[in-house]
C-alpha cells in the first residue's frame, strides 16, 4: 500500500516504509491470553481469518457465560474477507466460529475432524445451514485473491492439527497454530517435519508461532507418557473409575478406551459437548470404540462398580459440568462415593484455579481418591516447551518472528528463544490483541491498536452482549453492595407543599418540614443491600439521610423539577460520604417520586 492509512476509531496513522506491497497483520485475539485465538491477515485487496475462537469467563467476571473476540474490524471490511482458515477442532480455536458467520458469509476451509466438530455449535445455533464449509487435507493448497494457504499436519492433543503456511505478496508466513513434536503420536501421524524443513530452505518471510508452552524447559513429552500412570491407577481402582478431560482431547480418550478395554470396563460418557465429540469421532474413525463396550450414563447404577469407567467433563470446575455437578452430590443419575476414583487429566488453565480446587475438595468430602496434574503425571500438555518451539525456529529460518498464543510473559519468553537461536532482536516483534503488524519485502513494525478491537462479553444467548458497564456494575456489586435512597418530592412549594408532605416512617404526619422541599430526614427511606447491616449502622443511615436532605434543600426550584438533576447530586454526595465513612463505594440508585 503506497498511501497512509487511518484507522476510525484510533489516532493511529500508518505510513509503509517503503513504496511496496505490504501485508497487515491484526490479532483480534490470543495475543495477551490463553484462549480467544483469531488472527487476520489483510492486502490491499483481501482479507483472511485464521481460527475464531472463544474463552471462557474466570472468576472476575460474574454473570458472563462466554468470550468472543469484537469483529467489528472485520464487519467494517466484509466485501474484503475470502475465507476462514481453522487449524484445529479445539473450542479456543473454533468457538466463536457462529458468531462470527452470523456477521460474515464467507466460506470456511478446516481438516475433516475440524469441521465435523464445528458443524456440532454451528448447528446447535442455526448457523449450519448457510455455512459454506470445505474440507481440506495435509499437503492441499487453497488459493484465496492475494493468498495462498498451504495445511500442513502438526501433533497436538486433537488430530487432524494443522499449521497454514501464507504465501503472500511479501513472502511466505507460516501460522503454527497449536503444535508440539511429538515423536510417537497416539495416531502414529507425527508432524511433518519435511514440509516444515522445505519451507525453511525455500525461505520463511515471517513465523507467528505459539508460545503457550514457551516458559517450560525440555520438550513435551509424548502424549503416550502418561499410559503408564494411567495404567497403574487402574490397576488399584477397585470401585468406579471417573477420567475427567477436555472433550475434544481425543488423543487422551483415546488411550483411556483402550486402558479400559484392557482392564474389562465398560465405558460411559457424562456431559454434552463430549458425548458429540465422541460420537463425531467414532463415526469419522478418528476415535477407535467397541460399541459393544460403550453403555449409557443411566445405566452405570446396574453394573457392579468395578466394571465401569466414566468418561466425563469439568476439568476445569465449571459450575454446569457433569463433575462439578457430581461433587455437589446433584447429578440427576451418576453419584462419586466412598472408594472411587477421579481422575482430572487436564492442564490447570490460569483463573481456574479456585473452581477446580473446590470441586477437587467436595470430591473428597465423597470419599473419592483423586488424581491430578499436581499430585499425579496424569496429564501432558499438547503444546510444544522451549526445546519444541526453537526446533520450530531452526526448521523454518525464518527472516522475521511474532510469537502468539499466551500471555504477555510466554511471548516475550518466546522472543528470547527466538533470539537464542540467532534470529536478530530487531526483527522479533512482540505484539498484543488490537495492534497493527505491517509487513514488507523488508520490515516488519508494530503500530498502535485498532480502536475497535477487544472483547463482547455474553450473557445467556451470544445475542445478549454486555456492555463493559455492566459488568463493571455487577463486580461493583459484588465487592461494595448497593444502596437504594428512596424520596418523596411535591410538585409545589411553601406552605401547600408542608399540608401534602408524606408520613413519616411510623405513619405519622411528618414534623418539622423543610418548607422548601415538604419533607424532613425522617420520610427519606434508605435500603441498603451488601454495603452495611442497616440495625447495626443506624448513625451512618442517619447521616445519609441528612446529608440527602442537605441536597435538595440546595437545589433550584428548576432543579428540582429535573429528576436526573435531583438523582445525580444525592447520588455524588452520598458516593463521597460513604466512600470517606467506610472506605467503600456502593453502587447507589436514588429513587425519586413525585406526588
Request: hydrophobic fraction near 40%; glycine fraction near 8%; include cysteine.
Amino acid at each position: 500500500m503506497t498511501e497512509d492509512l487511518e484507522f476510525e476509531g484510533s489516532n493511529l496513522t500508518r505510513t509503509p516504509s517503503d513504496t511496496g506491497t505490504s501485508v497487515s497483520i491484526v490479532p483480534l485475539g490470543g495475543l495477551g491470553e490463553f484462549g480467544l485465538n483469531m488472527m487476520v491477515y489483510e492486502t490491499e485487496n483481501d482479507i483472511i481469518v485464521i481460527d475464531t475462537g472463544f474463552m471462557l469467563p474466570n472468576a472476575d467476571m460474574p454473570g458472563v457465560d462466554l468470550i468472543f473476540p469484537d469483529i467489528h474490524y472485520l464487519v467494517e471490511r466484509k466485501e474484503k474477507v475470502r475465507g476462514i482458515l481453522l487449524t484445529h477442532g479445539h473450542e479456543d480455536h473454533i468457538g466463536a466460529l457462529f458468531y462470527v458467520l452470523r456477521q460474515l458469509d464467507v466460506p470456511v476451509y478446516g481438516t475433516q475432524l475440524t469441521l465435523a466438530i464445528a458443524s456440532g455449535r454451528l448447528r446447535e445455533y442455526n448457523v449450519l445451514g448457510k455455512a459454506q464449509l470445505n474440507t481440506v487435507a495435509p499437503g492441499d493448497t487453497v488459493e484465496l485473491g492475494d493468498f495462498s494457504a498451504e495445511f500442513i499436519h502438526v501433533t497436538h492433543s486433537i488430530p487432524d492439527t494443522v499449521a497454514i503456511a501464507l504465501r503472500t505478496p511479501v513472502g511466505v508466513i507460516v501460522h503454527t497454530g497449536d503444535f508440539k513434536f511429538d515423536m510417537t503420536p497416539i495416531d502414529g501421524k507425527m508432524s511433518d517435519i519435511q514440509t516444515l524443513a522445505r519451507l525453511g530452505s525455500e525461505g520463511v518471510h515471517l513465523l507467528v508461532s505459539d508460545s503457550t508452552n514457551a516458559e517450560r524447559p525440555g520438550q513435551t513429552p509424548s502424549e503416550r507418557s502418561i499410559y503408564g500412570t494411567i495404567d497403574n491407577i487402574f490397576q488399584k481402582t477397585e470401585q468406579k473409575l471417573f477420567l475427567c478431560t477436555f472433550s475434544s482431547s481425543l488423543h487422551r480418550i483415546q488411550q483411556f478406551i483402550d486402558l479400559a478395554d484392557v482392564h474389562r470396563r465398560l465405558v460411559a460418557v457424562a456431559g454434552r459437548s463430549l458425548l458429540n465429540n465422541v460420537r463425531t469421532a467414532s463415526e469419522l474413525g478418528y476415535l477407535k470404540l467397541n460399541p459393544a463396550y460403550l453403555i449409557d450414563a443411566r445405566d452405570v447404577s446396574m453394573f457392579k462398580p468395578h466394571e465401569v469407567m466414566i468418561l466425563s467433563t469439568g476439568s476445569q470446575g465449571e459450575p454446569r459440568s457433569a463433575l462439578s455437578l457430581m461433587a455437589l452430590d446433584n447429578h440427576p443419575f451418576l453419584k462419586v462415593e466412598q472408594g472411587d476414583t477421579v481422575v482430572i487429566s487436564a492442564r490447570i488453565i490460569p483463573g481456574n484455579e479456585k473452581a477446580i480446587g473446590n470441586v477437587v475438595n467436595h470430591l473428597l468430602r465423597r470419599g473419592a481418591k483423586i488424581y491430578h496434574e499436581r499430585n499425579a503425571d496424569v496429564h501432558v500438555s499438547g503444546h510444544g516447551s522451549s526445546e519444541d518451539l526453537k526446533l520450530m525456529l531452526n526448521l523454518l529460518q525464518p527472516k522475521f518472528f511474532m510469537p502468539m498464543h499466551g500471555e504477555y510473559q510466554n511471548l516475550m519468553r518466546h522472543a528470547e528463544l527466538a533470539e537464542s537461536v540467532g534470529i536478530p532482536s530487531d526483527n522479533i516483534k512482540v505484539a498484543e490483541d488490537g495492534e497493527l503488524i505491517q509487513l514488507t519485502s523488508e520490515t516488519c513494525e508494530v503500530f498502535g491498536r485498532e480502536g475497535r478491537s477487544g472483547r463482547v462479553l455474553v450473557d445467556g444467548k451470544p445475542e445478549f452482549e454486555l456492555e463493559d458497564i455492566v459488568l463493571r456494575d455487577r463486580i461493583q456489586l459484588s465487592e461494595d453492595g448497593i444502596v437504594v435512597p428512596i424520596i418523596v418530592l411535591h410538585s409545589d412549594t411553601g406552605e401547600d407543599s408542608q399540608q401534602s408532605a408524606v408520613s413519616s416512617s411510623d405513619g405519622q404526619p411528618a414534623a418539622d418540614n423543610d418548607s422548601k422541599t415538604g419533607l424532613n430526614a425522617g420520610q427519606i427511606e434508605i435500603i441498603s443491600r451488601g454495603f452495611v447491616y442497616m440495625d447495626k449502622s443506624e448513625e451512618l443511615i442517619e447521616e445519609a439521610k441528612e446529608i440527602t436532605l442537605r441536597v435538595i434543600r440546595n437545589l433550584s426550584d428548576e432543579q428540582k423539577h429535573e429528576t436526573e438533576t435531583v438523582q445525580d447530586e444525592i447520588r455524588g454526595a452520598l458516593r463521597r460520604f460513604f466512600s470517606k465513612q467506610t472506605q467503600r463505594s456502593p453502587l447507589i440508585f436514588p429513587v425519586v417520586m413525585r406526588v
